[in-house]
């Protein structure tokens, strides 16, 4: 049995507009659609996923996806969305931007083998030797000033102004979708709500040069329910890319996400099934501080973006910071989670050399570091069994030595249940 593509994304919230006949022309025949991805970062974040799960259910449901990376768009800048002029960005740093970005869109779809396998294309390779008398000649006639200047992305731009470069972009990325209709039976265009007006633009630009027939779907920009922006943390966007967001910070992301969002959010991101989400939230709107939701959005995604090990790191990562961790697990952790787990806790210095007689654990927590003021404050919490070095409680006799280390340069200081302390140990 068929599934239908626009009731998929319907129940799920994925459907902000579409022109008419896209659910039919779904419903009758396997379809070629696609989305574009602009290279201004040489990595996607968090808010390119809406686009990314558009193209996983169109595959899904049938009919093949397309990825578009813009090498041409990128020279030129989408003004959709944006309050001023975007910066230029030279061909090096686009070239480089796009293969980043090209490797992370293969772990979201099949481009190896069906009939309906996904494809890559770069709209560089169509518009390098178009001479631009050719194009405004050939293309250009078929859209009026008029038309262009009616959209919200040039509307919203008049009083503070706009370049013939930004303003000429729903003309290129319109030709795209021309290009793509041609050479590739592409028929629809799926992307943010925001791209609606650069989206239909090609659908008139494929109509009035006598194309195939062409549909547009877009999603609603997805927002949190107390207004901040989606895919934004304290440090800025959550990005895919590990270097950028660790695997621990984009876990920790959805794990802290509202109730609300976590109803909503697990229904996009997610492949999960109607039927499970449905139990799930049951489960979830009854015992909501158990965060059961939260935990299962985060673990799907983080799976899916980065890989199960990672996943399980971070879950581990996340009970040892809330007290449910073993000395095992603190120590199975590479240095980058560690560092990232425990980021903005008191941190303190000590010389390896000190470490090599055993160091007092008194002489430790209030000399060779602060964790202390005072010997007499640390003997009192050492006798009443407060203090944890890297999750073991110890007590006065304890000594710190060089095996305590935590890759080899680290140790963890915990004070009663909630207060961390990481002590960096260096060569000299």
């Known amino acids: 049995m068929k599934i239908n593509l ?21 419903m009758k025949e396997s379809t070629t659609g696609y989305a574009g991805f602009d290279p201004t ?30 090498g041409a768009t990128g020279l030129v800048g989408d003004p959709s969305g944006k309050s001023e002029e975007r910066k230029l960005m030279s061909i090096e740093d686009i070239r480089y931007n796009l293969e980043c970005q ?40 078929h859209i009026t000033v008029n038309y262009m200047l009616a959209k919200d992305s040039v509307k919203k731009r008049l009083e503070t102004g706009m370049s013939f470069t930004e303003f000429s972009y729903q003309l290129v990325q319109g030709y795209d979708f021309y290009w793509l209709n041609k050479h590739m039976n592409c028929k629809l265009q799926v992307g943010g709500s925001d791209q609606w007006g650069n989206i239909v633009t090609g659908t008139e630009l494929i109509r009035r040069m ?35 967001t660790s695997p621990y910070k984009f876990y920790q992301y959805w794990l802290n996400v509202s109730d609300v969002d976590a109803e909503n959010f697990i229904r996009i991101f997610t492949l999960k099934e109607r039927d499970e989400i449905d139990r799930l939230i049951i489960r979830h709107r009854e015992a909501p501080h158990e965060r059961l ?3 299962e959005l985060a673990m799907d995604v983080t799976t899916r973006v980065h890989s199960m090990d990672d996943a399980v790191t971070a ?28 980021e903005g806790v008191p941190r303190f210095e000590i010389v390896r050399t000190i ?45 710190i030595t060089s095996e305590e280390l935590l890759n080899g340069r680290y140790i963890l200081v915990q004070k009663g249940k909630k207060n961390y302390f990481l002590v960096r140990v260096t060569d000299q």
């Open 6 to 26: 626009v009731e998929e994304l319907r129940w799920r919230g994925m459907i902000h507009d579409l022109t008419p006949g896209t659910e039919e022309q779904l």
């Open 41 to 70: 970062a040489d990595s996607l974040h968090i808010g390119n996923l809406v686009p990314v799960m558009l193209l996983v259910h169109l595959q899904r449901c049938g009919h093949k996806p397309i990825v578009l990376v813009g």
């Open 102 to 141: 090209k490797r992370q869109l293969m772990k979201f779809l099949n481009f190896e083998s069906g009939p309906n396998q996904a494809a890559v294309v770069n709209n560089h390779d169509w518009f390098r030797d178009y001479l631009f008398l050719d194009f405004i000649r050939e293309i250009g006639k």
């Open 210 to 244: 006598g194309g195939e027939e062409a549909y547009a779907l877009t999603c609603p920009l997805i927002t949190k329910a107390d207004g901040a922006k989606f895919g934004k943390s304290e440090e800025g966007n959550v990005w895919l890319d590990p270097v950028k």
């Open 293 to 295: 939701l939260q935990k």
């Open 315 to 342: 879950i581990e990562a996340s009970q040892i910071l809330f007290g449910k961790g073993t000395t095992e697990s603190l120590r199975k952790l590479p240095e980058d989670v560690l560092v990232s787990v425990f």
């Open 355 to 399: 470490l090599d007689a055993g160091l007092p654990v008194v002489d430790f927590l209030a000399g060779a570091t602060s964790v202390f003021e005072s010997k007499g404050e640390a003997r009192r919490m050492l006798r009443d069994n407060g203090i944890s070095i890297n999750k073991q409680k110890v007590g006065e006799s304890y000594r």
